[in-house]
């Protein structure tokens, strides 16, 4: 109905209000001449901006990000794409039993799942007198990660059955051949 239409309209602009109306203030407020913050600025200005610019930590923390992005990405694709190919192709002992397990990380609290990462990697590290490094948070990113890739790729994997793989193997082609040339291009756009 019209009223309920109104009502829906209503409700989503106060929450899309309530998500971007704080960050526009933040982003507003750094255009800020003052050092604290002040409603409404008395004067904008790009000095922060610029001071961003001038800092030491600013280039190596992108390297860092950078980093920690592609090897969180390699190692989700790489897993991800395992575990959904052994989830949808093969019958297993503990098949639901593992596909639970890697829905887990997304599917609790964020700060759950970095608590527990925090006290695993302590737990392991500190026998050894080795500290958190940045390989622990490639691995605590690729926990994330590799649920998507897993929901992305198993879900293509169902859609697509296996018919074109054994129409390939029937045809003469080993399984890599038959991963290269057939299931990778039809699985790409999930990946």
Request: aromatic content about 10%.
């Amino acid at each position: 109905s019209r009223r309920a239409r109104y009502l829906l309209a209503t409700l989503l602009g106060i929450g899309l209000a309530f998500i971007y109306v704080p960050m526009a203030i933040v982003i507003l407020n750094s255009f800020n001449t003052s050092k604290t913050f002040s409603w409404p600025p008395q004067s904008l200005s790009l000095t922060w901006w610029g001071k961003i610019g001038n800092s030491a930590g600013l280039y190596d923390s992108i390297i860092s990000s950078i980093k920690v992005g592609i090897g969180a990405t390699a190692i989700a694709l790489l897993l991800g794409t395992c575990i959904a190919f052994a989830v949808s192709r093969y019958n297993f002992y503990g098949k639901n039993t593992l596909s639970l397990l890697v829905i887990f990380p997304i599917a609790l609290p964020g700060v759950v799942t970095g608590i527990a990462l925090n006290t695993t990697l302590h737990t392991l590290l500190d026998p050894m007198q080795k500290e958190l490094a940045l390989w622990t948070i490639v691995i605590g990113h690729a926990t994330f990660c590799i649920v998507v890739v897993y929901n992305n790729v198993l879900a293509r994997l169902r859609r697509l059955g296996g018919t074109f793989e054994e129409a390939s193997q029937d045809l003469g082609a080993n399984a890599f051949q038959t991963f290269r040339y057939v299931t990778l291009p039809l699985i790409s756009s999930a990946l």
